[in-house]
């Protein structure tokens, strides 16, 4: 039944104030500019739920109701004279979330998307105090779990794990049923005629239930991709969105290119699954890597660059210019620029069996993971950063953290700050000298042996979470030989090229390759995927940045 009498909404996360500014007369006006007055009728449907977000509205009188409409309705918030409707899927023209319906007749101002992003991008003022809105309007949708989505699923399945994690970095509010906790259960699986076997299932907006679906499948779901045309030429392709690839997206957009990234699973890369980064220039309290990337993904998107989700580079045509990025048989993607971001991902060791990945074995410490294995004993594999960072996080709420490491120490391979943190936690046992050599479990892990590489004793320990973020391979394997790669695989760019490597490439211009410039002209690689890059949140962003002053002097060629 339909919530015809809405009491105020529940608490936030942000004040209301900034939630629901009131703009002045001067800036109504500023916008008025960019869009036209029109009356509305009470019961008037503005944006409907799933239908793309491409108007934004500014009540000058009545009122607008923004509901929630699954399960009857739910009036989320009411937008009184002086607000305004939208949040961040108005950047991208992706799906609303909500219905944006007429409460009280009156009049408003309709700004479409296009020119809406013409304002942000051209009156500071208005930019911030809309941007701030529309970021912590999402963040709210996302802590009272108010979207359009609801996941069934296990604690101990690695299937909800994925979803769950594809959803949060993508920034989508959703529900959680947890099936072994909630009596609500059985009410889903008997309405959507499914089983306890599908799990997981995802509920697209209150109507489609998918079993187990790929991360694919739900960003079509859920329309992630319907605003981007895969037709025309695009001035550059970004190939990965971690902190190098949105840096390019975000300085290339903004000087007036027609970027477009691509992104396989989500964005913010490696650097999105850290816990929390405190040596980046700027935060001296440190920013998780997630809200890091977070801010860039919205902030490319503010400067008009489009992010397609859910879709990877799977070849390059590589012989024609144009060149073209094959994302799948039949969508190939034109652009005159190219920059590779594609990272490179943690590797697997010989002893963790693949059936433990999401039910064990982790990549990536997020609060996600934290959850799972709140008061129970943990093991960190590596000696870099990343592993410190999350022996760090989750000695706050593992009951003990093992970081378990091949060689003597970590002084070669972590920041200082790191280690003292990790020497002066109780609850942090490091292990030198030491190899996870076995798992044992049936659906989950359930014993972890390891053993002295010294002297050659193993132990078995009760553990049932591991985290391994030891070396790294580059993703590199769609390129099919069009580009040069060193011994192990990473890209070799600029004065890295050598003249051998230009002859056997054919480089046919007289110039050299420019710094990032890769052995095909006007393809450049930019972060983790890059031969000799620094390891280093920071030097990707600039090499992201610097990329882009290059693809500027090749499209003037």
């Not at 491409?54 to 399960?71: A, K, N, T, Y």
């Not at 995802?202 to 991709?225: D, H, T, V, W, Y």
């Not at 929390?276 to 400067?303: C, H, W």
């Amino acid at each position: 039944m339909a919530d015809t009498n809405p009491s105020p909404p529940p608490s936030v996360t942000a004040p209301i104030e900034q939630l629901f500014p009131k703009l002045t007369p001067e800036q109504i006006a500023r916008i008025a500019t960019h869009g036209q007055k029109r009356h509305v009728d009470q019961g008037e449907v503005l944006i409907e739920s799933g239908q793309q977000a491409l108007h934004f509205f500014v009540v000058l009188s009545g009122q607008i109701e923004v509901v929630r409409p699954i399960d009857g309705e739910q009036i989320v918030a009411l937008v009184d004279p002086g607000q305004f409707t939208g949040e961040v899927n108005m950047l991208s023209g992706r799906r609303g979330i909500m219905r944006i319906r007429v409460r009280q007749p009156g009049e408003v101002i309709d700004v479409d998307r296009e020119q809406l992003v013409t304002l942000l991008q051209t009156d500071t003022e208005l930019s911030d105090l809309l941007m701030r809105a529309f970021i912590l309007r999402r963040v709210e949708l996302i802590a009272r779990g108010l979207g359009d989505v609801v996941l069934l699923g296990s604690s101990h399945s690695p299937g909800t794990l994925r979803i769950k994690e594809f959803l949060t970095r993508n920034g989508h509010p959703y529900a959680y049923i947890d099936l072994e906790r909630d009596p609500s259960v059985q009410e889903f699986l008997d309405r959507f005629h499914v089983g306890v076997e599908d799990m997981p299932i995802l509920i697209c907006r209150g109507q489609l239930a998918l079993r187990n679906p790929s991360n694919e499948k739900i960003a079509s779901c859920l329309g992630f991709n319907e605003a981007i045309d895969e037709s025309h030429i695009r001035d550059l392709v970004v190939v990965g969105a971690g902190p190098s690839g949105l840096a390019a997206a975000v300085y290339g957009a903004s000087e007036g290119l027609d970027v477009l990234v691509l992104e396989a699973n989500a964005p913010g890369g490696q650097a999105g699954t850290s816990s929390k980064i405190e040596n980046y220039l700027g935060f001296p309290m440190g920013i998780s890597g997630q809200d890091l990337t977070a801010r860039a993904y919205v902030q490319a998107q503010k400067f008009g660059a489009q992010v397609m989700i859910a879709k990877g580079a799977q070849h390059l045509a590589c012989n024609r210019t144009p060149y073209a990025v094959e994302v799948d048989p039949d969508v190939r993607l034109l652009t005159r620029t190219v920059i590779i971001a594609t990272g490179a991902e943690y590797r697997r060791l010989a002893s963790l069996e693949p059936r433990f990945d999401g039910a064990g074995v982790y990549y990536g410490a997020t609060f996600i993971e934290a959850q799972l294995c709140g008061g129970e004993e943990v093991a960190v594999v590596g000696g870099g950063n990343s592993a410190g960072q999350a022996a760090v996080f989750l000695a706050q709420t593992a009951r003990h953290v093992h970081l378990l490491v091949r060689g003597s120490g970590l002084a070669e391979s972590m920041s200082r700050y790191l280690i003292r943190r990790i020497d002066e936690s109780p609850n942090i046992t490091l292990r030198t000298h030491t190899e996870i050599v076995g798992l044992e479990g049936g659906e989950h892990v359930e014993r972890v042996t390891w053993r002295n590489n010294q002297t050659g004793a193993s132990e078995t320990f009760p553990i049932q979470h591991v985290f391994v973020m030891t070396g790294a391979s580059p993703n590199t394997r769609w390129l099919d030989g069009c580009l040069t790669l060193d011994d192990k695989g990473f890209i070799k760019t600029g004065s890295d090229l050598s003249a051998d490597d230009l002859h056997s490439a054919h480089w046919s211009l007289a110039r050299p390759p420019h710094l990032l410039e890769t052995s095909l002209p006007g393809v450049f690689a930019v972060g983790d995927v890059r031969a000799g890059n620094v390891k280093r949140v920071a030097s990707a962003v600039g090499e992201g940045s610097i990329a882009i002053a290059f693809v500027h002097q090749v499209l003037q060629q």
